[in-house]
């Protein structure tokens, strides 16, 4: 399957600031990613969609000028955690589509944010 | 009613069985159905991706669908304890904002030896 590669694995962070996610596909472009929350023995939870060139869309409960999302080009989607709180701590997950809407999503490796 | 269903488990079978897993749906409008296979702190990964109604094999895998049940099923044959993670179903429609996967919550798995 495609590969798709989430930067960085596991981090920890003071509470107040901020903290970027870099999702890139590795060997095909993807115009669209989605971002994942997942909390342990849960399900994924959709945090937004985003387009390459275009801005994201947010699910709703999703605070967007918390969590920005930037896709500038079409291997690459950053999620950015402002101001975090202990609260935000979570795993992060992107997916990235291979093609229309009718392909397949393949999944980062998540990112496990601690915020302390 | 979530629109889709799965029972969280956990799902224990010793090394060798066929393993069963299921999710249930009420969007009739969903055309494309995936199975995810989650390892703890790991990203998910595509087992299977099937288009409506049917049977799909890969390997030890098979992924069967039923739309006029609304039901999918993916069986594991001869199961290893390296089956031991969370399998997550998901499916999505074929337009708007259908196309959007939906997650079951996922069925945890034990193989053991």
């Known amino acids: 399957g495609a590969v798709v590669s989430q930067h960085p694995s596991w981090v920890i962070c003071k509470s107040g600031t901020s903290v970027k996610i870099e999702c890139r596909s590795l060997?095909?472009?993807?115009?669209?990613m989605f971002w994942y929350r997942q909390f342990p023995k849960q399900s994924l939870m959709l945090m937004a969609t985003s387009n390459e060139g275009s801005k994201a869309t947010y699910e709703q409960g999703v605070e967007k000028d918390k969590f920005l999302i930037n896709h500038a080009s079409l291997t690459l989607s950053t999620l950015t955690v402002t101001s975090a709180h202990p609260e935000d701590s979570s795993f992060y997950i992107c997916?990235?589509?291979?093609?229309?809407?009718?392909?397949?999503?393949?999944f980062g490796q998540g990112t496990r944010l601690t915020v302390v | 009613q979530k629109e889709v269903e799965q029972d969280p488990g956990p799902l224990s079978v010793p090394e060798g069985a066929i393993v069963s897993l299921n999710c249930t749906y009420s969007?009739?409008?969903?055309?494309?159905f995936m199975w995810y296979r989650q390892y703890s702190r790991k990203g998910p990964e595509l087992l299977m991706y099937t288009y409506s109604s049917g049977n799909k094999e890969d390997g030890r895998f098979t992924a069967q669908v039923d739309k006029s049940s609304k039901y999918i099923s993916l069986f594991i044959r001869d199961s290893q304890p390296s089956d031991s993670a969370t399998y997550l179903c998901a499916m999505k429609g074929a337009s708007g904002g259908s196309y959007i996967p939906t997650f079951g919550r996922g069925t945890s798995l034990i193989v053991h030896p």
């Open positions: 997916s990235a589509r291979v093609g229309g809407a009718s392909t397949e999503a393949f």
């Open positions: 060997d095909f472009q993807a115009t669209t």
């Open positions: 969007n009739s409008a969903f055309q494309y």
